[in-house]
């Protein structure tokens, strides 16, 4: 019953370092998502892919790339990390029907987060 | 651009009181939508999705309702409890979940 696995839990960078934020999920779900939650909003969009081998800007893609590695997993990278990326990082999952629009059954899985620090 | 708001931010209430949580979204080209609870420091829990042709899930103690017409949801508890003091998020898409700020509920025991 793993679901979403995210690691790291918790990471401090000093600005400009690199690091990469890694998701599985063990659902077969051909979406994956990664978000950010910055305190008192909601979560943000940063980069989702639809499928296996594809990837979209979300609504706050910039200082972000990511890798869709295989159907299981979907990393995160910051590439020279700044203060204003301090926040939570999600990622999430779901079956979505081919076209990439979501369906009446399509539910959200979401993994427990990772808490970045960039001082 | 799907846009989520929630009302009220906060909530404080004496236990064993029914309570309604407010969702508004601003397109209603949607399939379904989704109520999450968060408690502090964690992830989120997926509550109650809702699909359009439903319009209305119950789990529990837990009811919501989706009017796509109006761009509405609301999420009832009814007799609240000191456990149900987390934050309550709904969110809606097309391609990908868009949130909402999230209601901050204390139930006082």
């Known amino acids: 019953n793993a679901g979403v696995t995210q690691t790291p839990k918790f990471q401090v960078l000093k600005t400009g370092q690199s690091m990469t934020l890694q998701c599985a999920q063990d659902?077969?779900?051909?979406?994956m998502y990664w978000y950010r939650q910055d305190p008192g909003m909601g979560l943000r969009l940063i980069y989702y892919s639809a499928s296996e081998g594809t990837t979209d800007k979300g609504e706050v893609p910039n200082g972000y790339n990511v890798s869709r590695l295989n159907k299981r997993e979907f990393s995160l990278r910051l590439e020279s990390a700044a203060p204003s990326q301090t926040s939570v990082y999600f990622c999430?999952?779901?079956?979505?029907?081919?076209?990439?629009?979501?369906?009446?059954?399509?539910?959200?899985?979401f993994g427990q987060g990772t808490r970045l620090t960039v001082v | 651009k799907q846009e989520v708001t929630q009302i009220p931010a906060a909530l404080s209430v004496p236990e064993g009181e029914n309570l309604v949580l407010n969702c508004s979204f601003t397109d209603s080209a949607i399939y379904n939508l989704q109520w999450f609870r968060q408690d502090p420091g964690k992830g989120l829990t997926s509550l109650l999705l809702?699909?359009?042709?439903?319009r209305e899930q119950t789990s529990g103690r837990l009811n919501a309702s989706l009017d796509k017409s109006s761009g509405r949801s609301t999420l009832y508890i009814a007799a609240s409890q000191p456990g149900d003091s987390a934050t309550y998020l709904c969110?809606?898409?097309?391609?990908?979940?868009?949130f909402g700020s999230g209601t901050r509920l204390q139930v006082q025991p």
């Open positions: 999430a999952s779901s079956e979505v029907p081919i076209g990439g629009v979501w369906g009446m059954n399509t539910e959200a899985f």
């Open positions: 969110a809606t898409g097309r391609r990908a979940l868009t």
């Open positions: 659902m077969n779900h051909n979406s």
């Open positions: 809702i699909q359009s042709s439903q």
